[in-house]
């Protein structure tokens, strides 16, 4: 994979990504509509999973369709579904973030919604083949400078801004160590990247062991979370968190790839599940 797309810093990408919920009521400009399609005609993750993207425009403007009311001002949405399948969600993860990190360099305001929209009042634009999951929509368009009432209320109840400690969420060697953080240190800098990641209702399900060569992406499972949907959600979230430690890795030249170790699935227990690893030379 290359991301000849970025020609910022990608963890400056991470910090200024934020949800946004009230937007300016005009729609996207011809030219960044053309940049986002040939962004997504060359989408791609690291597990070959194929993911699809729908344009979803005109769907809402001063209405609450679709969205109980918590985005304002949109005009455009972007939807992705993808073919039920091992790793299929944290593939949709993964480009569904590396999509929102492309809209943040170009200034286009994105937010993740994967419980907070009716999915019926999108199927319908979607075309969501049988077999198929459609976990996740944002909206996409221009920030408004002056937020919603809801908007403000929504960010202060998810606490969107906060995030777990460092040595709460990465280990060397067992669970019962935490990983060392250190100035100027290569892995630090792309578990601070899996950290700062969005997730949904910010419940930051990741658990990453570190070991020789080796990072081992765990999902820490939020107890009855996913109750309410047909698929386990928290997988989108070990998506992003995989799409933050890649596109770092990239851009600083730790060669590697996605594996699935047989060993590593014997460790997994009801809460905390092993996903994939990442091994590098």
């Given at each position: 994979m290359t991301e000849k797309w970025i020609d910022q810093d990608i963890m400056k990408l991470v910090e200024q990504r934020k949800s946004v919920r009230t937007f300016e009521e005009r729609p996207l400009s011809e030219e960044d509509r053309k940049e986002i399609r040939d962004f997504l005609k060359v989408s791609e993750n690291p597990f070959h999973v194929k993911v699809e993207f729908r344009f979803l425009e005109s769907l809402e403007k001063t209405t609450n369709l679709g969205t109980y009311g918590v985005i304002k001002g949109a005009t455009s949405y972007l939807g992705a579904m993808v073919k039920d399948g091992p790793l299929a969600l944290e593939a949709l993860g993964y480009e569904m973030e590396r999509l929102m990190l492309f809209l943040v360099s170009k200034n286009i305001g994105t937010c993740w919604m994967g419980g907070t929209f009716k999915r019926d009042d999108f199927k319908e634009a979607m075309v969501v083949p049988e077999g198929y999951l459609f976990p996740a929509i944002t909206p996409v368009g221009y920030a408004k400078e002056e937020k919603?009432?809801?908007?403000?209320?929504?960010?202060?109840?998810?606490?969107?801004?906060?995030?777990?400690?460092?040595?709460?969420?990465?280990?060397?060697?067992?669970?019962?160590?935490?990983?060392?953080?250190?100035?100027?240190?290569?892995?630090?800098?792309?578990?601070?990247?899996?950290?700062?990641?969005?997730?949904?209702?910010?419940?930051?399900?990741?658990?990453?062991?570190?070991?020789?060569?080796?990072?081992?992406?765990?999902?820490?499972?939020?107890?009855?979370?996913?109750?309410?949907?047909?698929?386990?959600?928290?997988?989108?979230?070990?998506?992003?968190?995989?799409?933050?430690?890649?596109?770092?890795?990239?851009?600083r030249n730790l060669q590697g790839e996605f594996k699935r170790l047989l060993d590593r699935e014997k460790d997994s227990s009801e809460e905390m599940l092993y996903r994939f690893s990442y091994m590098y030379k």
């Open positions: 919603s009432l809801t908007d403000r209320l929504v960010r202060f109840i998810a606490k969107g801004n906060q995030r777990k400690p460092f040595e709460e969420l990465f280990f060397k060697n067992s669970f019962q160590e935490s990983y060392p953080r250190v100035e100027k240190d290569l892995l630090t800098d792309l578990l601070e990247m899996v950290r700062l990641g969005p997730s949904a209702s910010n419940k930051q399900p990741w658990r990453l062991l570190v070991e020789d060569h080796g990072v081992h992406f765990y999902e820490r499972k939020t107890p009855r979370y996913s109750d309410a949907f047909p698929y386990d959600i928290q997988k989108l979230d070990i998506g992003i968190a995989a799409c933050h430690f890649h596109l770092g890795a990239l851009e």
